[in-house]
């Protein structure tokens, strides 16, 4: 079944093992062409190894490719909700620390900024906004600070000039 062009071949060969392994993937692809891709299911990782090489070579019956899609699907899955890293599956985990959500920080300091123009001191405005969002007043005024110190940057670079 199996030829020396064959990576399942080369794998075995490289084994030291053509006998047992190559008989093992033989039978594999018989059990496996006879069920359903939701029957399938792969015993252990030397079976999915198996199942690559034979992806590789075309090989493997049309139900363990499916079943092998899910696998990876659910790896992927798995990788990424445990935050690891697998460079061959361009899985990467996310960067440490809070993430911003910058639609909300503009909103926050949009109310600043209009409580400040309708002549309320920034200490009230930074009150009544933390009030209404559930955040501290220190925490508005430094998300305001930091957006016109953002905002003053860009004017004096001339960005928005365009």
């Excluded at 080369?10 to 062409?33: P, Q």
């Excluded at 890293?85 to 920080?105: D, L, Q, V, W």
């Amino acid at each position: 079944m199996f030829l020396p062009k064959h990576a399942i071949w080369k794998f075995a060969y490289a084994g030291d093992e053509l006998d047992d392994w190559l008989s093992h993937a033989e039978w594999l692809v018989e059990t496996w062409a006879a069920l359903n891709s939701d029957e399938v299911k792969f015993e252990n990782t030397f079976d999915i190894i198996l199942a690559a090489f034979l992806l590789e070579d075309d090989l493997l019956p049309a139900s363990a490719r499916t079943a092998f899609a899910k696998v990876m699907l659910e790896t992927i899955d798995e990788a990424i909700s445990n935050k690891l890293s697998i460079k061959s599956m361009h899985i990467y985990p996310p960067k440490p620390g809070r993430k911003e959500n910058r639609t909300a920080t503009f909103i926050k300091c949009s109310e600043v900024r209009d409580l400040i123009q309708e002549g309320k001191t920034a200490t009230e405005a930074y009150k009544v906004v933390a009030e209404k969002h559930f955040k501290s007043p220190d925490t508005i005024r430094r998300d305001y600070e930091r957006i016109v110190k953002k905002q003053s940057e860009r004017k004096r670079a001339g960005e928005n000039d365009k």
